[in-house]
Structures are given as C-alpha cells and as structure tokens.
C-alpha cells in the first residue's frame, strides 16, 4: 500500500508544482522566481499542518503520512523537508546542529551546483 500512496500523492506533487509554476508564469513578471518561493513556502506551511495533524491530532497510518510527505511534498518541494528536519532538530534541544544544518546546507548546496556546473563544462 505504501507504494501506491508514493506514487499516487507523488504525482500528484509533482503536477502541482508544474502547473503552480506555468500560472506564475503566465501571470507575474518572471525576472524573480516567485513561483519556487511560494511552491517552498506552501509546502514548508504544509508539511507543518501534516506533521502537527499526523502525529498530535489524528493518527495517520504511517503509510499515508509517508505519502503525503514524501509522496506529495517531496514532489512538490524538499525545500518542506528541509523546514522540519530543521524544526525537528530545534525541538529536540539540538540547537548547534539545527543552526549548523540550516545553514549549512543552502551554502553548500549552492557551491556544489556552480562546481557541477563548472565540471560539465570543463570536461563534458
């Protein structure tokens, strides 16, 4: 059952994220990326309301939690993930590896994009 919760809530994500983008797009002067900030600000607010719902409201069956996270907001942003991985490691007192984390993985994220890119280019 988990797979077909993966796939279903998956692509779901994944064409939600695509026609949000077309509509800013089509709509807004795109000189900004307006479209991947909203799509990573809602799917930080809402894997939020799941998380809170999911595991201090109503019990969710793992597999359908896992749906929806993964499934749905993986599709849709990790940029969600990242958001409560980081609420997670603030919740649990580890304040050092949170800061660490939180910044650390944009910084270094964004180094290793120009490095693959300098690396096609160099040698592809």
């Known amino acids: 059952m988990l797979s077909v919760y993966l ?12 026609y949000i983008g077309k509509v800013f ?3 807004t002067d795109y000189t ?15 894997i939020g309301v799941i998380y809170s719902l999911s595991f201090e409201k109503y019990q969710f069956s793992s597999e359908l939690k896992t749906g ?4 749905f907001l993986g599709g849709f942003t990790t940029f969600s993930s990242y958001c ?5 490691l603030i919740a649990a007192g580890k304040f050092l590896q949170a800061f660490l984390y939180f910044t650390v993985s944009p910084v ?3 180094v290793i994009t120009f490095l693959g890119i300098y690396v096609t280019k160099k040698f592809f």
């Open 7 to 18: 796939g279903i809530f998956g692509l779901l994500g994944v064409f939600s994220r695509y």
């Open 25 to 27: 797009q089509k709509y």
């Open 32 to 46: 900004f990326p307006i479209d991947i900030l909203t799509i990573n600000i809602l799917g930080a607010f809402l």
């Open 68 to 71: 929806i996270i993964i499934g």
């Open 84 to 88: 409560l991985d980081t609420y997670k």
């Open 108 to 110: 270094l994220g964004l």
